[in-house]
């Protein structure tokens, strides 16, 4: 009797253990993207909003490598899209991928998120991010807790715009002396928002110490650089979900 009742203890307990790492697995999967709830580029009276290429590409790449992912925005709920093309493939699987379309249009706020969930946050871009990611404190803190537990923190284009005032425990900017990209000085130039934008995004980088790296007009450029992953225009954002991959499988 006392054998049956010890062979059972030890199989409740190796279940137990085999659940909890289960659970573990389970939460290392998971990926949090971060996207604008700002919908005007200034006082232009265009639209704009989260760029829809620049979710989707990433997106495609990690859930089909097996992670699942999240939405976070300024205000929650349903954020406004741009660059919403779906003669592009990959924006029309995302867009009619009626899970994730759901989870985009239910996003969560930043009160709702548990940083310990996530074991990389990615920043997608669209000219939105210019005005409500680089002042949001509960995103910043959000990011900061995510990397200082050895995670990924990811952005592209626009998106760097959220990491220009994340600090780590030890008081230093999180792109403080690591390479970094992000929309150049030369292609807001080129789309003639330079005087619109709040601030130069590539400058205001430069201005928190990064070592900003670049490549031409709509150039393919990633920069991946102690656990930070940043791409410099929407051709860069397959690249981007690319990189967090093959970091988050090291």
Same mark, same amino acid.
């Given at each position: 009797m006392k054998k049956l009742a010890f062979?059972?203890?030890?199989?409740?307990? #190796?279940?137990?253990?085999?659940?909890? &790492?289960?659970?573990?697995?389970?939460?290392?999967?998971?990926?949090?993207?971060?996207?604008?709830?700002?919908?005007?580029?200034?006082?232009?009276?265009?639209?704009?909003?989260?760029?829809?290429?620049?979710?989707? &590409?990433? $997106?495609?790449?990690?859930?089909?490598?097996?992670?699942?992912?999240?939405? #976070?925005?300024?205000?929650?709920?349903?954020?406004? #899209? /741009?660059?919403?093309?779906l003669k592009d493939p990959v924006n029309k699987e995302f867009w009619e991928n009626k899970e994730y379309k759901n989870k985009i249009d239910h996003s969560l706020q930043p009160s709702q998120v548990k940083p310990g969930n996530y074991s990389a946050i990615f920043y997608a871009g669209g000219h939105g991010a210019m005005w409500d990611f680089a002042d949001n404190t509960e995103l910043a803190d959000i990011a900061s807790k995510v990397y200082e537990n050895g995670g990924i923190v990811a952005a592209v284009c626009h998106g760097p715009a959220g990491l220009v005032n994340i600090k780590l425990n030890n008081g230093k900017y999180l792109v403080d002396g690591k390479k970094i990209n992000?929309?150049?000085?030369?292609?807001?130039?080129?789309?003639?928002?330079?005087?619109?934008?709040?601030?130069?995004?590539?400058?205001?980088?430069?201005?928190?110490?990064?070592?900003?790296?670049?490549?031409?007009? $709509?150039?393919? &450029?990633?920069?991946? /650089?102690?656990?930070?992953?940043?791409?410099?225009?929407?051709?860069?954002?397959?690249?981007?979900?690319?990189?967090?991959?093959?970091?988050?499988?090291?």
């Open positions: 062979l059972f203890l030890t199989l409740f307990t #190796v279940g137990l253990i085999q659940a909890q &790492h289960q659970k573990s697995q389970r939460m290392k999967k998971k990926i949090l993207f971060v996207v604008t709830s700002h919908d005007k580029k200034g006082n232009t009276g265009e639209d704009t909003g989260y760029y829809l290429g620049e979710v989707s &590409h990433p $997106w495609e790449v990690l859930h089909k490598a097996g992670y699942e992912i999240d939405f #976070v925005s300024p205000k929650g709920g349903t954020p406004p #899209v /741009d660059g919403f093309d992000a929309f150049t000085n030369e292609e807001e130039a080129e789309v003639k928002l330079t005087n619109v934008v709040p601030f130069l995004l590539e400058n205001k980088l430069k201005e928190r110490g990064a070592k900003f790296e670049k490549s031409g007009l $709509w150039q393919n &450029h990633v920069v991946a /650089d102690q656990r930070v992953i940043t791409g410099q225009n929407p051709q860069s954002a397959k690249s981007v979900g690319e990189a967090i991959l093959k970091e988050l499988n090291q």
